[in-house]
């Protein structure tokens, strides 16, 4: 590597690397996932949870062994290409980075959505894309600040929207109702209630795309995603059972985590719940634009994008220039009113690069002489959840996939020309 490069320090220990996977899988789904389990399974809703969580390990598994293995920024894009060849980690980065930018525009979307609950002034035709603008715009500004201001911030955000889901927990030990009899449901719809629990966990894997900032990313990476994982399965089981003791009559309604709350703790824990919801979406949204630029940089650094993508602000320390165009792109994006029919390709992207990470763990292994049969079982098990949610997308969506492919290989013949600045040797 060019001794006179400036690279991005490592500042990040491990409660705030957690706070990448954490933000990740807790977005706007958990205020709205209790009442839909609970109306599908009932009484079963908080053991279907641990059941899901249990069923997620794997892949989350998968990508803790393979975090163990690289200490740079990229993620998928340096199992991708250890495994597979430059090609395959280049698609996998591309499609990536292409669809999160669509799908932060739509967070932010939905992000002021909620607020307008708040602030009707802004759900007018004008107001709404402009708070859009504003909000991803302090996310790029806060960003470019620093790494040490965006894990701040983050955190911050993190309590805000962790503290009313707290107080619900607390009301839920003296409200009278409880869980009573917990039987088996009959399942009428298999495939909902599966993907329910399987969504509920995606997006844990953002933190593998900024590990070059993380202290010790061998270490806390992969601790990191099987904590956080644990965790958010026993706070969404915590959750659901506080819904099911104060309110069950509120399951299937639009905003029935709120009712529950006003029901228990009056408008004002209605309110709180309104707002943690607006700092959950805006929260997983600011851990996103976070982590994708330093996906675009570690590309840059294996010489897959130009090295401009690769500057790093010599007071700042932080890739400006990937972190700019992230936050420009994102706000053209929020912009445009037909940005939602790129976003829904968001989840299938990130089901590729499952199978690509998981995939590319027995590979490395086999070069190495031998496969460990607990790993095999994992990766196994990981791919055939990921190919079967795949499989449950809508044709559009794989058709928005198919031209992030094809966009992606004519960039990899005219971008991916330079050499790479470190052997992946490390893998």
Request: proline share 5%; charged share 10%; net charge neutral.
């Given at each position: 590597m060019d001794a006179t490069k400036i690279a991005p320090p490592r500042t990040v220990g491990f409660w705030g690397t957690s706070l990448f996977p954490?933000?990740?899988m807790i977005g706007a789904g958990i205020f709205?996932?209790?009442?839909?389990?609970?109306?599908?399974?009932g009484s079963f809703a908080p053991w279907m949870m641990l059941i899901g969580g249990i069923l997620f390990l794997p892949l989350a598994l998968c990508y803790a062994w393979m975090a163990s293995r690289f200490e740079h920024s990229g993620g998928s894009v340096?199992?991708?290409?250890?495994?597979f060849g430059r090609f395959v980690g280049f698609q996998a980065g591309w499609a990536r980075y292409a669809s999160a930018i669509v799908t932060a525009a739509a967070n932010m979307h939905v992000m002021v959505a909620y607020l307008a609950a708040l602030f009707p002034g802004l759900a007018g035709p004008v107001a709404a894309p402009v708070a859009v603008a504003i909000g991803l715009a302090l996310i790029t500004l806060v960003n470019l600040y620093g790494m040490r201001a965006s894990v701040g911030t983050l955190g911050v955000m993190t309590a805000?929207?962790?503290?009313?889901?707290?107080a619900l927990i607390v009301a839920a030990l003296f409200a009278d109702g409880g869980l009573g009899a917990v039987a088996l449901p009959q399942f009428s719809a298999v495939e909902s209630v599966v993907l329910l629990t399987f969504y509920?966990?995606?997006g844990f894997e953002g933190v593998v795309e900024a590990a070059g900032e993380f202290k010790d990313p061998k270490r806390d990476v992969p601790l990191s995603i099987v904590t956080m994982v644990s965790g958010v399965?026993?706070?969404y089981m915590a959750i659901i059972w506080a819904f099911i003791a104060i309110g069950p009559q509120f399951a299937g309604e639009t905003n029935a985590l709120a009712g529950v709350a006003e029901a228990s703790m009056g408008q004002l824990g209605s309110l709180a719940i309104v707002v943690a919801a607006s700092f959950s979406i805006g929260a997983n949204n600011f851990a996103s634009g976070v982590a994708q630029p330093?996906?675009?940089y570690g590309m840059a650094e294996r010489g897959m994008l130009p090295r401009w993508f690769e500057y790093v602000h010599p007071r700042l320390l932080t890739p400006f220039n990937a972190i700019l165009f992230y936050g420009v792109v994102s706000i053209l994006f929020g912009l445009w009113e037909g940005f939602e029919v790129l976003a829904i390709a968001g989840t299938l992207v990130r089901l590729v690069t499952y199978v690509v990470t998981s995939c590319a763990l027995p590979v490395l292994e086999h070069r190495e002489g031998r496969i460990n049969p607990w790993h095999l079982a994992c990766v196994v098990f990981a791919v055939a959840s990921s190919l079967y949610i795949a499989l449950q997308a809508q044709a559009q969506a794989w058709l928005v996939l198919a031209g992030f492919v094809a966009a992606g290989t004519l960039l990899y013949f005219i971008a991916a020309r330079q050499p790479p600045e470190y052997p992946l040797d490390e893998a």
């Amino acid at each position: 590597m060019d001794a006179t490069k400036i690279a991005p320090p490592r500042t990040v220990g491990f409660w705030g690397t957690s706070l990448f996977p954490l933000n990740g899988m807790i977005g706007a789904g958990i205020f709205a996932l209790p009442a839909v389990l609970v109306a599908a399974v009932g009484s079963f809703a908080p053991w279907m949870m641990l059941i899901g969580g249990i069923l997620f390990l794997p892949l989350a598994l998968c990508y803790a062994w393979m975090a163990s293995r690289f200490e740079h920024s990229g993620g998928s894009v340096l199992y991708g290409e250890a495994a597979f060849g430059r090609f395959v980690g280049f698609q996998a980065g591309w499609a990536r980075y292409a669809s999160a930018i669509v799908t932060a525009a739509a967070n932010m979307h939905v992000m002021v959505a909620y607020l307008a609950a708040l602030f009707p002034g802004l759900a007018g035709p004008v107001a709404a894309p402009v708070a859009v603008a504003i909000g991803l715009a302090l996310i790029t500004l806060v960003n470019l600040y620093g790494m040490r201001a965006s894990v701040g911030t983050l955190g911050v955000m993190t309590a805000i929207k962790l503290l009313p889901l707290g107080a619900l927990i607390v009301a839920a030990l003296f409200a009278d109702g409880g869980l009573g009899a917990v039987a088996l449901p009959q399942f009428s719809a298999v495939e909902s209630v599966v993907l329910l629990t399987f969504y509920a966990f995606i997006g844990f894997e953002g933190v593998v795309e900024a590990a070059g900032e993380f202290k010790d990313p061998k270490r806390d990476v992969p601790l990191s995603i099987v904590t956080m994982v644990s965790g958010v399965t026993l706070l969404y089981m915590a959750i659901i059972w506080a819904f099911i003791a104060i309110g069950p009559q509120f399951a299937g309604e639009t905003n029935a985590l709120a009712g529950v709350a006003e029901a228990s703790m009056g408008q004002l824990g209605s309110l709180a719940i309104v707002v943690a919801a607006s700092f959950s979406i805006g929260a997983n949204n600011f851990a996103s634009g976070v982590a994708q630029p330093r996906l675009m940089y570690g590309m840059a650094e294996r010489g897959m994008l130009p090295r401009w993508f690769e500057y790093v602000h010599p007071r700042l320390l932080t890739p400006f220039n990937a972190i700019l165009f992230y936050g420009v792109v994102s706000i053209l994006f929020g912009l445009w009113e037909g940005f939602e029919v790129l976003a829904i390709a968001g989840t299938l992207v990130r089901l590729v690069t499952y199978v690509v990470t998981s995939c590319a763990l027995p590979v490395l292994e086999h070069r190495e002489g031998r496969i460990n049969p607990w790993h095999l079982a994992c990766v196994v098990f990981a791919v055939a959840s990921s190919l079967y949610i795949a499989l449950q997308a809508q044709a559009q969506a794989w058709l928005v996939l198919a031209g992030f492919v094809a966009a992606g290989t004519l960039l990899y013949f005219i971008a991916a020309r330079q050499p790479p600045e470190y052997p992946l040797d490390e893998a």
